[in-house]
Every structure is written in structure tokens, then in C-alpha cells.
């Protein structure tokens, strides 16, 4: 019984190892590393790998839903900021910046793609309808905008050049950023450096 339940720790523990390596290494390296190279980096067998995610894709999926994870505590936590919808689309946008994107790899059956993208909606909905009401998005922006603007994003996070990656999206945040919310809101929540954010 011991045993088990070592044996479940360690599966655990492998699997958080996996997923971290995974989302680091997709960002050093792209979506089409070798998974060697990520059972490598979270210091486990590829069989390892193998038995905790059956593919690429799965395992793309997995960090992407681990993200989605992070968003909702995030936008729980904003609940009542009238600068949510700004806070929430910032680290949203770090994200992305520190992952690279993994949309190309992402598997579209089963509808798992399309409830990720909904919750992804469902987090920022209430906290986008707050903004509105408050003034703190600009006149005509709503929820349709914003997820818009975050799938924009995407297309800079997914440079295969750092250097590049790094400008295009620092250019690409300050254009979405004026563009869907008014220049003192946007004041009032100055860019951080990515490594100083959640």
C-alpha cells in the first residue's frame, strides 16, 4: 500500500515536471521540438513522457489547459477592479510571450479546443461587461474584441526569432492596448516587465 502511493507521488510529481519542461521548452525552442528533448529537460524518461501523454498534441493541450487554468484563478482575482479587463489581457499576453504559442499543435476534435476557448471567454466576460459599464474600455469594445485582440496577439508570440518575437510583441501590446482601452486607463496600469508579472 506503501508502495502505491509513492508510486502516485512520483507519478504526480512527474507529470507537474513534464508539464513545466514542456511549457519551457516549447517557448525556447518552438512547437516542433523533439519530446526527447522535453522528457530531457523535466529529467525523465521519453517512456515516462509516453505514459503521461500519448503525443505532441496531448501534451500541447495540457499546457494549454494549464494556462487556461492560471487565467481563470486570475480573473477570479480581479473580480470588482474596474482595470480587470486591462490586468486580465496583460497576463494573458505575458503568457503567451513566455510560452510561444502552441495553437498550431492543438488538437481541434472533440470539442476540447473549442471548451478551452470558452472558458477562456467566460473568464474575461464578466470582468469586460465591469469595464463597459465603468468606462474602462473604449466605446463599441466588448468580449468579441478583446478574444480578437488576444488571437493577435498569438501571431507575435509565435516568431520563431527571439529578438524579433520580443519587438513585435512589446509594438503589437501597445497597439492593442490603445486600441481597446482609453489612453487613462491605460495609464493607470503601466506595462511591467514580464519576469515582475504573475
Known sequence: MRDSGLRRRDAVRN?????????RVFAEH??????AEIARAADVSRTTLYRNFGSREELAATVYEDNIVRIEER?????GSDTGALELF?????????SRSIAPILPRSAGRFDDLAARTADAFRPLVE???RAGTVREGVGLTEVLLAIRMAEVFAAEEDAGVRARHHA???????????????????????VARRG
Open 30 to 35: 518552438g512547437h516542433e521540438v523533439a519530446l
Open 75 to 79: 480573473a477570479a482575482e480581479l473580480r
Open 171 to 193: 509594438r503589437g501590446r501597445v497597439v492593442l492596448r490603445h486600441g481597446l482601452f482609453p489612453d487613462e486607463v491605460v495609464a493607470r496600469v503601466p506595462e511591467q516587465p
Open 90 to 98: 496583460e497576463f494573458v499576453l505575458d503568457m503567451q510571450l513566455a
Open 15 to 23: 507529470r507537474g515536471r513534464l508539464l513545466a519542461a514542456a511549457r
Open 130 to 132: 465591469d469595464a463597459a
